[in-house]
């Protein structure tokens, strides 16, 4: 058997595509970013794709509180006697949809003439729930649909004036009855069980993602901004300009961040707009520090002695030839600090200063259900527990990936061996 070596040439690549090529080769790095994007898609798709299509995936049934994973319930789902709430598809999937029906858990129901008696779910063994009688149009019709409600028990027929068509509408009692079974009598399943407040914890757990990612993305927006701004000019101009933000640096750099977190925090008030702006505003350092020092590493550069020659101004030169050849290291620092901005809104929220009730957010979970660990229910800890470790991981891997990457020694042209 014969075996050749192949040379491939990559001289000829862009720097982004030698990046991309070795940043492939590290398998722990790609899986980091499947995950980051199944979140991020997750995150985007919100309301939509969540089984409880509630704002905040709020729905509170306080009699389905902490049903293990995998329970089913039974709904009757009752009409509201209120306008539509239905939404176009871009703001459900943003805020959620406020249903046009009243869910109520039923253990058993029964059809009684005009009305569907139902027995209220309660959780217990046996279920001795009360009794409740719906007329069955009330069940299927809101108010504000029909008016003067006639049930006729010699022909088995409910009339009604309907008044968005103005008919006479006479309805079978057989038909009516074929319609709740099919349309108003609904099966639940909770993949992950119930909270505390009897809400789907796989929905707020989902929507929780999105409050975990944005904070990350802002915080690190903010963060680069600030950053760059700060030790550009400090590394370019160096003199007084660099001493001052040094020392700027340094003073921010001995407080404790999560200490300072919580004092700007308490300053601007709690919501998760304040944990944006605290949190970018306490990570800002890290970047200033790495563009200092890799300004100060390339501003006396041939290229750079160039663009002064030619007459080129201090920012164009820091804009156009000084930043794009240090931002390689910024990009893995923000991955970094993107993960540690999501453990520090985790944390806050558990500290209860961060997102506020309703918003659904991870550490808010873990607050909520921390009393629940020592006894039969500690998955309503652990799974956002989990999901914070699994995002956290996520963005580390591909921060050591992208430093990997963008290593200029990576040896690119090993030989490989084939037929």
Not at 20 to 48: M, Q, Y
């Amino acid at each position: 058997m014969l075996f050749k070596k192949k040379h491939t040439d990559y001289s000829s690549e862009s720097l982004s595509v030698q990046t991309w090529r070795r940043f492939k080769r590290n398998k722990l790095a790609v899986f980091g970013l499947c995950l980051i994007v199944l979140a991020t898609s997750v995150s985007i798709l919100g309301f939509l794709i969540t089984p409880d299509h509630s704002p905040y995936a709020n729905d509170q049934k306080p009699e389905l509180h902490i049903k293990k994973p995998g329970f089913k319930a039974q709904m009757l789902l009752i009409r509201k006697n209120e306008l539509s709430h239905k939404e176009q598809w871009f703001r459900k999937m943003l805020f959620g949809e406020t249903s046009d029906f009243t869910s109520i858990p039923a253990y058993s129901y029964s059809f009684k003439g005009f009305d569907i008696i139902v027995e209220e779910y309660t959780g217990a063994f046996p279920n001795n729930g009360n009794k409740l009688a719906y007329n069955l149009a009330d069940v299927v019709y809101d108010l504000d649909d029909r008016y003067a409600l006639k049930n006729d028990t010699s022909k088995n027929l409910i009339e009604f004036h309907q008044l968005s068509t103005g008919e006479i509408l006479k309805i079978n009692l057989s038909e009516l009855q074929n319609n709740i079974k099919e349309h108003h009598i609904k099966d639940n399943r909770y993949l992950l069980g119930t909270d505390l407040a009897g809400r789907d914890l796989l929905s707020r757990l989902m929507i929780g993602t999105r409050i975990s990612l944005s904070v990350g993305f802002i915080s690190v927006i903010i963060s680069i901004v600030i950053g760059i701004c700060l030790g550009a000019v400090a590394g370019y101009f160096r003199g007084w300009l660099d001493d001052v933000i040094m020392l700027v640096i340094n003073i921010v750099w001995s407080i404790p961040t999560l200490l300072l977190v919580i004092a700007i925090t308490l300053v601007l008030g709690k919501g998760i707009i304040q944990v944006f702006i605290a949190v970018g505003l306490t990570m800002w350092v890290d970047v200033a520090r790495l563009i200092r020092g890799q300004i100060l590493s390339v501003r006396e550069k041939e290229f750079v002695e160039a663009g002064r020659a030619l007459g080129f101004k201090n920012i164009r030169i820091i804009l156009r030839h000084i930043l794009p050849n240090v931002m390689g290291p910024v990009i893995v620092i923000a991955a970094s600090n993107f993960a540690a901005a999501i453990l520090t809104e985790a944390g806050l929220s558990f500290l209860g200063i961060g997102a506020q009730p309703p918003t659904p957010s991870w550490g808010e979970m873990i607050n909520a259900h921390r009393g629940y660990v020592l006894v039969d229910a500690a998955y309503l800890a652990f799974i956002p527990g989990v999901a914070i470790m699994i995002l956290v991981l996520a963005f580390m891997l591909v921060g050591n990936g992208l430093r990997d990457a963008l290593d200029s020694k990576s040896v690119d042209n090993k030989p490989l061996i084939g037929h």
